[in-house]
């Protein structure tokens, strides 16, 4: 089984859990809204990267009137779920590696929340989701001032947080990134960058993780071009 493949069915074992949370204005993380709020115009497009189901097109919708949006996910079950939910939405199944289902178009903000401490290849989708960028990018990082650990013998999440007890077995890395380099591959990611900031909070790692580290920097970065 391939990363990719292995990746999208780890997905799969917490499919459930996306039926009541990350869905509305009031469970988005305050170092999300902190940028999110000010972000919010009339008329905007928006990606959303690792999309799980949709639930950032509800939060549009409880913020906006006017708004196109895009969600692509790894999980073919999690798709299926959002094209269910978000019938007025537009939605891809892609591979990590593959978007060639929107190739060639930029959209005003791009999204990518809650993936990127949870597979390996995070670098590579920054860099993709910047293509991607034709105003903002926002994405978010757990940092510490320690060195980057993204092996997964030693820090790994456990995928029974959405109650499927067989996704205790499956595992997917859990990257703490070093807080220096953070800053220095959010910027040699995006190109011609005009702005950029970060917002967080120090927070205990999720129960589903099993590392050394107990607290994290939980960093939301906002580049803007």
């Known amino acids: 089984m391939s990363g990719d493949e292995h990746n999208a069915r780890a997905w799969g074992h917490v499919v ?4 009541h949370e990350r869905a509305t204005s009031a469970q988005v993380y305050a170092s ?3 940028f ?3 972000l919010l115009k ?3 497009s928006v990606l959303d990267v690792g999309c799980a189901q949709g639930g950032f097109a509800g939060v549009m919708a409880e913020n906006l009137k006017d708004f196109r949006y895009t ?3 790894i999980s073919a079950e999690m798709i299926a779920k959002a094209k269910a939910r978000h019938p007025m939405a537009e939605f891809h199944h892609v591979g990590e590696s593959d978007w060639s289902a ?3 178009r930029r959209f005003d903000l791009v999204l990518v929340l809650g993936i990127l401490h949870l597979h390996e290849s995070w670098r590579d989708t920054i860099a993709r989701a910047w ?3 034709a105003g ?3 994405l978010d990082l757990r940092e510490h001032e320690g060195p980057t650990i993204e092996d997964k013998a030693i820090s790994s999440f456990r995928m029974d947080f959405g109650g499927d007890e067989a996704g205790a077995a499956v595992r997917l890395p859990y990257v703490i990134v070093n807080a220096a380099e953070a800053l220095a591959v959010v910027r040699g990611s995006c190109d011609q960058v005009s702005r950029l900031s970060h917002y967080g909070y120090l927070h205990p790692v999720s129960g589903a993780a099993e590392t050394p580290v107990d607290k994290v920097m939980a960093n939301v970065w906002c580049a803007q071009r």
């Open 131 to 133: 293509a991607h960028t």
């Open 42 to 44: 009339e008329g905007i």
């Open 136 to 138: 903002t990018l926002l």
């Open 32 to 34: 999300e809204w902190f």
């Open 102 to 104: 929107i190739a060639g």
């Open 71 to 73: 969600g692509i996910d």
């Open 16 to 19: 459930d859990f996306f039926d």
């Open 36 to 38: 999110l709020k000010d």
